[in-house]
């Protein structure tokens, strides 16, 4: 079984930073590789995907809206995620969730049927 579990989130205003981690807590080798994405959901919307990463190789994906803004990072046998998150938009209010699954990120990576394990989230606000 899988556990994750985000940190960092907090209440910012616009143009500020922010950093979130996302840690796996499993059984199964320290030497893991997974694919671990970032999704967001703002009140009233649907949930969205904002980046993923695969572990094994270090490839990265990210939505439109928050390339050039936003970096995800990780290391292969490391089980920690992290999203760090520069020129804060109102419109990246949300509360964000990892998601976790052991196989390479597909091209499709906002497809959340992708991903066995989801964290509970961590809460975003940015006020302008």
């Known amino acids: 079984q899988v556990r994750l579990v985000e940190v960092g989130g907090a209440s910012k205003q616009a143009g500020g930073s922010l950093s979130l981690s996302c840690t796996a807590f499993?059984?199964?080798?320290?030497?893991?590789?997974?694919?671990v994405a970032w999704f967001r959901q703002a009140p009233g919307k649907k949930r969205e995907a904002v980046a993923a990463?695969?572990?094994?190789?270090?490839?990265?994906m990210y939505t439109d809206s928050v390339k050039g803004r936003f970096i995800i990072s990780g290391e292969r046998g490391k089980n920690v995620v992290y999203l760090k998150m520069t020129g804060l938009q109102t419109e990246d209010t949300g509360k964000y969730y990892c998601?976790?699954?052991?196989?390479?990120?597909?091209?499709?990576?906002?497809?959340?049927?992708?991903?066995?394990?989801w964290g509970q989230g961590t809460q975003v606000t940015v006020s302008s």
């Open positions: 499993h059984r199964y080798s320290s030497d893991s590789v997974m694919c």
């Open positions: 998601a976790m699954t052991w196989i390479r990120c597909p091209t499709t990576f906002a497809d959340e049927s992708t991903y066995n394990y």
């Open positions: 990463i695969y572990t094994d190789d270090g490839t990265t």
